[in-house]
């Protein structure tokens, strides 16, 4: 990742918006050090979820963020660790922002190998099937809308609740490639 591009981004995005950076910590609940890290080009690696809360506070994509204007977009495993492949944009997945490869057979509905293709942007309704962060690795869920927030139900095999919480949420999954080995 180009941490200049990053931090130039977000210095003039905070800047059009008249945005100081407790503001966007208040706002995103990133710590104002992390913002400033962001800012000062000293955090080369933020998380996928840093990236995705400035993106949202912004109404931009992560690409955007990013200044990424490539033809192929990151594949993660589920650890949230890049691989060194990059899935071309085509019109197939030009919904997506990212991609994560699910690597083993813990999710029945998707075979091991399969791409998973998401956006952070997509509104989520009943049904969707969401990726949340917990414990820096990414889970597969299907979200259940309540009056009072999202919950998450596991598609692995041990069906856990989780409460989604805005900073956990990564993005709607908005379709899916299988790869052969």
């Not at 955090?43 to 990013?66: C, E, V």
């Not at 650890?79 to 083993?104: C, M, Q, V, Y």
């Not at 509905?109 to 049904?127: E, P, R, W």
Request: glycine share 8%.
């Amino acid at each position: 990742m180009n941490d200049s591009i990053l931090s130039d981004n977000l210095v003039d995005l905070m800047k059009k918006g008249k945005v100081t950076i407790g503001e966007l910590s208040d706002a995103t609940g990133i710590a104002e050090i992390t913002i400033n890290k962001l800012r000062n080009k000293q955090n080369i690696n933020p998380t996928l979820s840093t990236l995705a809360q400035i993106a949202n506070y912004f109404g931009i994509t992560i690409n955007d963020l990013l200044g990424s204007n490539k033809k192929a977009m990151p594949i993660l495993n589920e650890d949230g660790t890049e691989i060194a492949e990059k899935l071309p944009i085509d019109e197939l997945n030009s919904k997506a922002e990212f991609a994560i490869k699910i690597g083993h057979n813990n999710y029945p509905n998707f075979q091991k190998n399969t791409i998973l293709l998401v956006n952070s942007q997509t509104k989520v309704k009943n049904g969707d099937y969401i990726v949340i962060q917990s414990n820096n690795n990414f889970i597969v869920c299907r979200a259940i809308i309540e009056p009072d927030g999202i919950l998450g139900e596991s598609l692995s095999r041990k069906e856990n609740i989780y409460k989604i919480e805005q900073d956990s949420l990564l993005g709607v999954i908005v379709g899916g490639l299988w790869l052969r080995n």
